[in-house]
């Protein structure tokens, strides 16, 4: 199976940062790769797939990026509803594996 | 409205057996949909459990999960299902059922979890 691993686990930020979150394949999944994000005792929301292509609907102040092993999320500018965790995940075959997590949290 | 609800959680013993429900509506539900069930055990992450094709005849799970789970649907009644038995403390977690659609870029298909329900919370405990 295919690990995802994301760093960090947790960041503390302020709204108007730009944050980065990382995330490295066990192996090369191309750009099989999409993120999602999870608010408090809510469902998990779809925001990127094949690694850079935003669902519609979501803002531009996200950007996803990388090939192969690594990966990356960007927010450009961190808006008060986008603290949540954020998930990786890859889609190159079965099982889909997620990442760990990362929790941004409010400085 | 497009949207999934789960149901059939709640606290079971050790050993014992849950069916999880997830209901379909305002989209084909016997189109070309693969469905799938992830948990997440309290203040953890999200894990992915099981998957079923569109027509049901293939299926695959998690290891922590193989010969204990059975996933299923009926399409005819808009309806995912999981069996879970020998059901252990490491189990409890809320479950969630996802659509899995695809989207075609450059000839390659990038599939994604595009619809998510609310969840159901399942405990083992004695």
């Known amino acids: 199976d295919i690990q995802m691993t994301q760093s960090p686990s947790s960041l503390s930020a302020s709204v108007g940062d730009r944050v980065t979150i990382t995330c490295r394949a066990s192996?090369?999944?191309?750009?099989?790769l999409n993120w999602y994000q999870q608010k408090p005792g809510k469902a998990p929301k779809f925001l990127i797939y094949?690694?850079?292509s935003l669902q519609s609907g979501v803002p531009s102040r996200f950007s996803g990026s990388g090939s192969g092993t690594d990966f990356t999320l960007t927010i450009s500018s961190l808006q008060p509803e986008d603290f949540a965790t954020y998930y990786c995940?890859?889609?190159?075959?079965?099982?889909?594996?997620f990442g760990q997590g990362t929790k941004v949290e409010i400085k | 409205e497009v949207q999934l609800v789960e149901s059939g959680g709640g606290l079971v013993q050790p050993g014992g057996s849950l069916r999880l429900s997830c209901a379909a509506s305002?989209?084909?539900?016997?189109?070309?949909?693969?469905m799938h069930w992830v948990r997440q055990a309290p203040g953890k992450g999200l894990v992915w459990v099981s998957r079923?094709?569109?027509?049901?005849?293939?299926?695959s799970y998690a290891d922590s999960v193989k010969g204990r789970f059975t996933i299923s649907r009926d399409n005819a009644k808009n309806t995912l299902y999981l069996e879970m038995n020998s059901l252990r403390v490491e189990d409890t977690a809320v479950y969630y059922c996802?659509?899995?659609?695809?989207?075609?870029?450059?000839?390659?298909?990038?599939?994604?979890?595009?619809?998510w329900g609310r969840g159901t919370l399942v405990t083992v405990s004695s």
């Open positions: 192996q090369s999944i191309g750009t099989y």
């Open positions: 094949a690694a850079s």
């Open positions: 079923i094709n569109s027509d049901g005849t293939s299926t």
């Open positions: 305002g989209f084909t539900f016997s189109s070309s949909y693969w």
């Open positions: 995940q890859h889609s190159y075959n079965m099982p889909r594996t």
């Open positions: 996802a659509r899995e659609v695809g989207t075609v870029i450059n000839t390659n298909k990038y599939w994604y979890f595009d619809l």
